[in-house]
T-cell receptor
Framework: EAQVTQNPRYLITVTGKKLTVTCSQN?????MSWYRQDPGLGLRQIYY???????DKGDVPEGYKVSRKEKRNFPLILESPSPNQTSLYFC??????????????FGPGTRLTVT | AQSVTQPDIHITVSEGASLELRCNYS??????LFWYVQSPGQGLQLLLK??????LVQGIKGFEAEFKRSQSSFNLRKPSVHWSDAAEYFC??????????FGAGTILRVKS
């Protein structure tokens, strides 16, 4: 089954404790992206990757890091989480070519709470 | 910069009634437009998309949307709502860097 998976689905942590949210897709997609969803704001892009070893900032990159060492994986790293990073996070992927690149498949989401 | 406005935060309709969710976008050229649905506790599922051509597009689950350039709108419609349609709906426009710019979402409640 074609899918985007994220782990963990739920995470409660404390301020300053480094964490990683994993994202993996099995569709051989070139493009991957991270979004955060906050009430009243919709989804906002954090980082994206056009292909292996190619990443770039989205609209809200502060406090986050990413890496793309393999095509299928795109982990999101919070090196020193703060309470304002409490949010629902989505990973997405797409073919990455032409207009079809905008047809993004989303993972189930990771709900992060930072206390 | 591209932006999307969904004027209605919440909408309640009776089961079997028709539905229209509003979406207005801001974009200089011909936009790529999308509607996604998010059921409680789930990820986002693509309902339909518009790239070019016929301004009335059909999607899954009986949804359709109409692109109106003169009004910068891409409203989502369904002739008869089912209780299972209760969810949050997001309109989005494609932007530079393969990014999707989302509206704030509209929560649909269906009353029986």
């Amino acid at each position: 089954e074609a899918q985007v998976t994220q782990n963990p689905r739920y995470l409660i942590t404390v301020t300053g404790k480094k964490l990683t949210v994993t994202c993996s897709q099995n569709m051989n997609h070139e493009y991957m992206s991270w979004y955060r969803q906050d009430p009243g704001l919709g989804l906002r892009q954090i980082y994206y990757s056009m292909n292996v070893e190619v990443t770039d900032k989205g609209d809200v990159p502060e406090g986050y890091k990413v890496s793309r060492k393999e095509k299928r994986n795109f982990p999101l790293i919070l090196e020193s989480p703060s309470p304002n990073q409490t949010s629902l996070y989505f990973c997405a992927s797409s073919i990455g070519q032409g207009k079809s690149s905008y047809e993004q498949y989303f993972g189930p989401g990771t709900r992060l709470t930072v206390t | 910069a591209q932006s999307v406005t969904q004027p209605d935060i919440h909408i309640t309709v009776s089961e079997g009634a028709s539905l229209e969710l509003r979406c207005n976008y801001s974009y200089g050229a011909t936009p790529y437009l999308f509607w996604y649905v998010q059921s409680p506790g789930q990820g986002l599922q693509l309902l339909l998309k518009y790239f070019s051509g016929d301004t009335l597009v059909q999607g899954i689950k009986g949804f359709e949307a109409e692109f109106k350039r003169s009004q910068s709108s891409f409203n989502l419609r369904k002739p008869s709502v089912h209780w299972s349609d209760a969810a949050e709906y997001f309109c989005a426009v494609g932007a530079y860097g393969n990014k999707l710019v989302f509206g704030a979402g509209t929560i649909l409640r269906v009353k029986s």
